[in-house]
């Protein structure tokens, strides 16, 4: 089968990610792949691409694929192109930030109409973020397909500083991640030990918290985008796991650090429920409590049972989101597509 694989950018983030392991499975079973993408300005993505010799495609011409999968809710102009000519997919990995896209983009709406089916990581966008645009059309075309991380092995031979709590948070750097929220917290933690790494691409950070990184580079560090095998490697050095963000769906960054045992400080986002609990698998604070994140990482800090106890449980309960059966469900999409 012919499949083209449509990112809106090569920046590394978990939907372009998903989508190329999805790719380079479909074309170790057989399948003819390529990718292209709406912004097709070089990135750590299109290099992996090359790197795994999978055309990368500048104008990709209509008529020559079988299926094409438009990655984000970003892409909806361009499902709305591609719909008469192939069978198309509309992955949708964003929760409130694409709710908010397609009311300020009312046209786009229609491309939930036109996909051939639509999929998402969790139940709760179909159910209740995106329900209004999907109550009243055939149930059968919206399926959930949570994600499936590669092995990333185990961290129990990682090397700690005993006298240093070193927390890392990876993603990029803009307004909807709220790494200013981390950066502040950490700020309050006073004369405790503490190494703040975060890694991702930069856009973004007010004044005071540059000035704060400025003002003690000891405790601060923006590593810049960083390859995935690096980026695993930063985890696994890691005591704790941070994602402050104020929107995500479910987070492979999250999905990777718990399966290194990694106690996690998570935003109590709506979409988490059912996934991940507070003082059970996670420690939880409402978006934006800076004094509350605080409070929880001097919690992690000096209660070594709590952060092996709730590293364990993450761990546990990232195991359940397996490649084999992420790629075994869009196996299973595409053949109820193309037969």
């Known amino acids: 089968m012919r499949i083209l694989g449509l990112n809106y950018e090569y920046t590394t983030t978990g939907s372009t990610l998903a989508l190329l392991w999805l790719l380079d499975y479909w074309r170790a079973s057989g399948h003819t792949v390529s990718v292209s993408a709406v912004e097709s300005a070089e990135g750590p993505i299109k290099q992996q691409y090359r790197q795994r010799d999978i ?11 079988d299926v094409v999968i438009c990655n984000t ?43 051939a089916a639509v999929v998402f990581p969790i139940a709760h966008l179909r159910d209740a973020i995106y329900q209004s645009f999907v109550y009243d059309k055939d149930a059968a075309r919206f399926t959930i397909i949570p994600y499936g991380i590669p092995a990333v092995g185990s961290a129990a031979t990682t090397r700690r500083d005993a006298n240093l ?55 601060y560090e923006l590593t810049g985008e ?9 985890v696994a050095s890691a005591d704790v796991f941070c994602l402050p963000s104020g929107s995500e769906v479910l987070p492979l960054t999250v999905l990777e650090a718990a ?31 800076i004094g509350l994140l605080a409070q929880l990482i001097g919690n992690l800090a000096t209660n070594p049972d709590l952060s092996a106890r709730l590293g364990a449980a993450a761990r546990q309960t990232a195991s359940r989101y397996t490649d084999g059966a992420f790629y075994a469900r869009f196996d299973a999409l595409l053949s109820s597509l193309c037969g």
């Open 226 to 234: 960083l390859a995935r095998d690096a980026t695993l490697e930063l």
């Open 259 to 289: 399966m290194l045992e990694k106690p996690l400080i998570l935003s109590d986002l709506s979409v988490y429920q059912g996934i991940w609990r507070h003082g059970h698998n996670c420690l939880t604070y409402p978006v934006g409590a």
């Open 165 to 219: 709590i070193r927390i890392v948070s990876v993603g990029s750097i803009y307004p909807r991640k709220r790494h200013e929220d981390l950066i502040r917290a950490v700020s309050l933690c006073g004369g405790t030990p503490i190494k703040c790494q975060i890694a991702g691409k930069f856009f973004s950070l007010p004044d005071d918290c540059m000035s704060l990184i400025a003002g003690d580079p000891e405790r």
């Open 55 to 65: 055309p990368v495609l500048d104008a990709p011409a209509t008529g020559a694929f």
């Open 73 to 115: 809710v970003l892409t909806a102009p361009q499902l709305l192109e591609w719909a008469g000519s192939a069978k198309t997919i509309w992955w949708i990995h964003e929760g409130s930030v694409g709710l908010r896209h397609l009311l300020q983009h009312p046209p786009q709406i229609a491309a939930f109409g036109a996909a």
